[in-house]
C-alpha cells in the first residue's frame, strides 16, 4: 500500500510542483510520516526532492537568473543548515504532553508539535487569499532567502516562501522555474549534510526500493508537468492539498499519528 500511495503522491506532487514552485515536499512529508518516524520521513522526501530537483534541471536549467540565484539562493544555504540542525536537537526531547483516547495513551512530541503548526502555517499560504496573493519587493530577496532556507530545513517546506519571494523577481516563467529549481538543490544539498547523521544512524528503517521508486515517480511526473506548461492550472489541486494539508498536521499536533 505504501507503494501506491507515496509513488501517486510524487507522481501528482512533482508535476505540481514544476510550474508552482512547491508542492512536492509540503506532499510527501505528511505521506512519508504515515509509514515511517517523521525525522526519518523529513530526511527521505529531502532525498527524493533533491534527486527530482536535478533532474528538473535538465528540463529546464538554462533559464536559470544567476543575479537571483546569488541574493536569494546563497543566504539560504547557511539558513537551511541552521534549520537542519536545530530539527536534529528537538528530535529527541521529551514528549509535552501525553492522554488517554479509545483505550491508547497518545503522546504530543516536541518535533511533531512544530512540524505540524509549521505546515499548518504553510498551507495557509493557498487558504487565505491575502496569503496566497502575497509578494515582496526584490530589495527584500536575501531576507526571502534566509526564511525560505531556515523553514527548508527544519520542516522541508520552504517553497511557498520562496516563490512569494521571486514572484517579484521580474522573472520570465521559465527563468522563474529553472531558478526556484536550482534553489531548492542548494537548500536541499545543505539540509541533506545535516540527515545524513540521521540517515546513516536509521539505515535499517529506510526502504530504499521505496526511495527509488518514489523517484522515478516524480521524474515523471516533471517530466509530463513539463509537456504540460503552458495549459495546466493548479490552484484548485493547490487548496485540495493544503485542506488535506492541515487535517494532517492536526492530526500530528494531537499526537494520532
Known sequence: MEYIVICLVALIGSGLTL?????????LVPVFGLFFPIPIAIALTAIVHFLNNIFKLFLV??????????????PSILAAF???YILSLITDM?????YPLMGKEMVIMPVKLIIGLLLMFFALFDLIPALANLQFDKKYLPLGGLLSGFFGGLSGNQGALRSAFLIRANLSKESYIATGVVI???????????YSKQIFASYEHFNYSLVIAATLSA???AYVGNKLLKKITVKALQI???IMLFIFAILLIAGLI
Open 94 to 98: 521529551d514528549p509535552l504532553y501525553s
Open 61 to 74: 536549467g538554462k533559464h536559470v537568473d544567476k543575479q537571483v540565484i546569488y541574493r536569494f539562493g546563497l
Open 219 to 221: 521524474f515523471t511526473g
Open 184 to 194: 531548492a538543490c542548494l537548500i536541499d544539498i545543505s539540509r541533506l549534510s545535516v
Open 240 to 242: 485540495i492539498v493544503a
Open 19 to 27: 510550474f508552482s514552485g512547491f508542492g512536492l515536499g509540503t506532499l
Open 82 to 84: 541552521i534549520g537542519a
